[in-house]
């Protein structure tokens, strides 16, 4: 499975942009897949999750800001970011995997597919 992220810029303190991860995999619609970010020096962290249901999961730190949305019929994963804060900066990477089950907690060890990543950059 091939995921190739985009969207990812600089922005203002308080401004939005719209990620995409495109997937190359048929069977996408099966798939649990993910949004994670990494900043320099830190962990990589969970930022919000979408089952084959369309259950979703949002890390902490972006309830309310964030919402992901995946469209099947594209293989294409999303990530609406609004109210953007300098602390979103990272490089944010797309994860996907057939075995997550639904009440999965992002957990990026459970993720066997990732994509190259998209840098964030947000000023205050």
């Known amino acids: 499975v091939q995921l190739v992220e985009s969207g990812g810029g600089s922005v203002q303190a308080g401004g939005s942009l719209r990620l995409s991860c495109a997937a190359s995999?048929?069977?996408?619609?099966?798939?649990?897949v993910g949004w994670f970010r990494q900043a320099p020096g830190k962990e990589r962290e969970g930022v919000a999750r979408?089952?084959?249901?369309?259950?979703?999961y949002y890390g902490d730190s972006v309830k309310g800001r964030f919402t992901i949305s995946r469209d099947d019929a594209k293989n294409t994963l999303y990530l609406q970011m609004n109210s953007l804060k300098p602390e979103d900066t990272a490089t944010y990477y797309c994860?996907?995997?057939?075995?997550?089950?639904?009440?999965?907690?992002?957990?990026?060890?459970?993720?066997?597919?990732w994509g190259q990543g998209t840098q964030v950059t947000v000023a205050s």
């Open positions: 994860a996907a995997d057939p075995q997550v089950p639904w009440w999965s907690l992002l957990r990026a060890p459970e993720y066997d597919y």
């Open positions: 995999e048929y069977t996408f619609s099966t798939y649990c």
């Open positions: 979408i089952v084959s249901g369309g259950s979703t």
